[in-house]
């Protein structure tokens, strides 16, 4: 049996509220959904058929029973520890504007479970709140330190939260010190000009690549599509024209096709991505620039399946 590919970071509950023009008087209750950045890009990997454990903390009330029950569903499985019957599920509030764009605000508690590494895992994946809000940020960077010398792909998205980290350059300081440790770092545009205002993403993705280790940069533009930058190839890839229910999930999905396509084609693990051609660059962000295009069509984080993915795009 391969071993999992291993995700790290905050399994939460969305809830939506509803957009004004949906509501009279913009009173509407808020839907409830199962989220967060690492539960989501947990269950984009799965399912896209590559196993998945997850690092996550989360309670028995309500809110955590209908966690578990979709990362179950969906076939991810929880690391040791990951439910917690004496915590209480974290939540997200996500506002939607008049172009279905999200906007959050958290009532969050990150401590993970102890942190290992299973012999043969081909990747780790962390990121966003969880790599700068303490204690689980100190964790999580030790943890990467100490697995460092090991035959295994480091990938990181900052998912820059305003809300929970305000200071931009602080947060680039800390952004700066994890891609040290990673061979993959996905940013979004909006990362980008929370973090390096008026700094062009090539620049942006110059920076980090002068660090040893990373060999590959990616920014999602949207609307626009995706850059995919490594120390001797750049490729840009549109989006396709689809009709935006909300962005909920999409960067999510991004990151799980990503590496899925790069698990496919054998880059993850010992290679930490050293065999890297243009043309794997180019497939790889062309089929999760369209994985995110499907999750945007839909309202939540709601990635697509293989079969869904191959049947909307032919791959």
């Given at each position: 049996?391969?071993?999992?590919?291993?995700?790290?970071?905050?399994?939460?509950?969305?809830?939506?509220?509803?957009?004004?023009?949906?509501?009279?008087?913009?009173?509407?209750?808020?839907?409830?959904?199962?989220?967060?950045?690492?539960?989501?890009?947990?269950?984009?990997?799965?399912?896209?058929?590559?196993?998945?454990?997850?690092?996550a903390r989360f309670g028995t009330d309500a809110?955590?029973?209908?966690?578990?029950?979709?990362?179950?569903?969906?076939?991810?499985?929880?690391?040791?520890?990951?439910?917690?019957?004496?915590?209480?599920?974290?939540?997200?509030?996500?506002?939607?504007?008049?172009?279905?764009?999200?906007?959050?605000?958290?009532?969050?508690?990150?401590?993970?479970?102890?942190?290992?590494?299973?012999?043969?895992?081909?990747?780790?994946?962390?990121?966003?709140?969880?790599?700068?809000?303490?204690?689980?940020?100190?964790?999580?960077?030790?943890?990467?330190?100490?697995?460092?010398?090991?035959?295994?792909?480091?990938?990181?998205?900052?998912?820059?939260?305003?809300?929970?980290?305000?200071?931009?350059?602080?947060?680039?300081?800390?952004?700066?010190?994890?891609?040290?440790?990673?061979?993959?770092?996905?940013?979004?545009?909006?990362?980008?000009?929370?973090?390096?205002?008026?700094?062009?993403?090539?620049?942006?993705?110059?920076?980090?690549?002068?660090?040893?280790?990373?060999?590959?940069?990616?920014?999602?533009?949207?609307?626009?599509?995706?850059?995919?930058?490594?120390?001797?190839?750049?490729?840009?890839?549109?989006?396709?024209?689809?009709?935006?229910?909300?962005?909920?999930?999409?960067?999510?999905?991004?990151?799980?096709?990503?590496?899925?396509?790069?698990?496919?084609?054998?880059?993850?693990?010992?290679?930490?991505?050293?065999?890297?051609?243009?043309?794997?660059?180019?497939?790889?962000?062309?089929?999760?620039?369209?994985?995110?295009?499907?999750?945007?069509?839909?309202?939540?984080?709601?990635?697509?399946?293989?079969?869904?993915?191959?049947?909307?795009?032919?791959?």
């Amino acid at each position: 049996m391969t071993a999992p590919l291993l995700v790290i970071g905050e399994a939460l509950v969305d809830i939506i509220a509803p957009a004004p023009r949906t509501t009279r008087n913009g009173n509407g209750k808020g839907k409830a959904t199962p989220g967060g950045f690492a539960a989501n890009v947990a269950v984009g990997l799965a399912r896209l058929g590559v196993p998945t454990e997850l690092v996550a903390r989360f309670g028995t009330d309500a809110y955590g029973d209908q966690l578990g029950a979709h990362l179950f569903g969906n076939g991810v499985q929880l690391a040791p520890g990951s439910v917690d019957p004496g915590f209480r599920t974290s939540t997200a509030t996500a506002t939607l504007d008049a172009a279905g764009v999200a906007s959050y605000q958290f009532d969050i508690t990150w401590d993970p479970p102890a942190l290992s590494l299973t012999r043969g895992c081909p990747a780790i994946h962390t990121g966003s709140i969880a790599t700068m809000l303490e204690p689980g940020a100190t964790a999580i960077r030790s943890f990467l330190q100490s697995v460092a010398p090991q035959p295994v792909t480091v990938t990181l998205d900052p998912n820059a939260r305003p809300s929970i980290t305000p200071d931009p350059v602080a947060t680039w300081a800390a952004v700066r010190q994890l891609a040290g440790l990673a061979d993959l770092v996905k940013l979004s545009d909006e990362d980008c000009e929370f973090l390096r205002p008026g700094v062009a993403p090539d620049e942006i993705a110059a920076e980090l690549l002068a660090v040893e280790r990373t060999q590959c940069v990616v920014i999602t533009r949207g609307g626009d599509g995706a850059l995919g930058i490594s120390r001797d190839v750049r490729v840009e890839v549109p989006a396709p024209a689809i009709e935006v229910v909300d962005t909920v999930g999409a960067g999510d999905s991004f990151m799980a096709a990503l590496l899925a396509g790069l698990n496919a084609r054998g880059l993850l693990g010992a290679t930490r991505l050293t065999g890297l051609t243009p043309e794997d660059l180019q497939d790889v962000v062309d089929y999760a620039v369209k994985a995110a295009a499907i999750t945007c069509t839909r309202p939540g984080a709601d990635p697509p399946t293989a079969a869904e993915h191959k049947a909307k795009w032919g791959s």
